[in-house]
Structures are given as C-alpha cells and as structure tokens.
C-alpha cells in the first residue's frame, strides 16, 4: 500500500521561502506523476503544481507561476515543492497527491485525477 508523507511546513516570514517534501512509501513512485495541492478552511482544495512521471513535464496554478517549483527524486521517492517569494494567500495545508494513471505524460490538474494522498503539512506566513 503507498503512502505518501510530507514535510517541510511551518511558519515562515512575508517574503521568505519554504521547501516542502513528500516522501512515498512503496513500489512505482517514479510511475506515476504527482501533485501538490492546497487547502484552506472552509474552502476547496486547488491545485498548486504537478510533475509527471519522468519530471519532464511540469504545471502550475498561475497564482503561484514564477515561485514555487516542483521537483521529483525518483530515487529517493520523493517529490518537492520549493516556495519563494511567499505571500499571505500561501498560507493553507499543502497536500501531496499521487496520479491514479500509470506513466501519464502531462500533468493533470483535476482533484479527481489523484487517488492517494498525504495527511498534509500547514504552511503559514506571517507578517
């Protein structure tokens, strides 16, 4: 059974950065592409970033284009999120989230597309 944990969150300053991991358990990590998403209270979990399987394809939320970058060590089973340039809006629990389709070749952003998910990491930023 996959599981997926992330880390990395936590309180940073208006401005700073923050990198945020998630780390997969099992077999057919570097199969399946992956995601990071987003969610406030009371709000809909969005989409924020998605590399596919070989991370020769990536995407992002247009909120957050030119910031945050999306990375995969298909090695180490792990995915990353590097956050710069962070703002107030950026405060949510990040979630990772892994495809529901073996060896995808572009991102899917649908919160339907990912099936397995990590229990999430709260990133807050403070002014």
């Known amino acids: 059974q996959v599981q997926l944990v992330e880390s990395g969150g936590g309180l940073v300053q208006l401005g700073g950065s923050l990198r945020l991991s998630c780390l997969a358990s099992?077999?057919?990590?570097?199969?399946?592409?992956m995601a990071w998403f987003r969610q406030a209270p009371g709000k809909e979990r969005e989409f924020v970033a998605g590399?596919?399987?070989?991370?020769?394809?990536?995407d992002y939320a247009d909120s957050v284009k030119g910031r945050f970058t999306i990375s995969r060590d298909n090695a180490k089973n792990t995915v990353y999120l590097q956050m710069n340039s962070l703002s107030s809006e950026a405060t949510d629990v990040y979630y990772c989230?892994?495809?529901?389709?073996?060896?995808?070749?572009?991102?899917?952003?649908?919160?339907?597309?990912?099936?397995?998910w990590g229990q999430g990491t709260q990133v807050t930023v403070s002014s």
């Open positions: 590399i596919n399987w070989n991370g020769g394809s990536t």
């Open positions: 989230a892994r495809d529901r389709v073996l060896l995808r070749t572009l991102v899917a952003a649908p919160l339907s597309e990912y099936t397995v």
């Open positions: 099992g077999r057919a990590f570097s199969s399946y592409a």
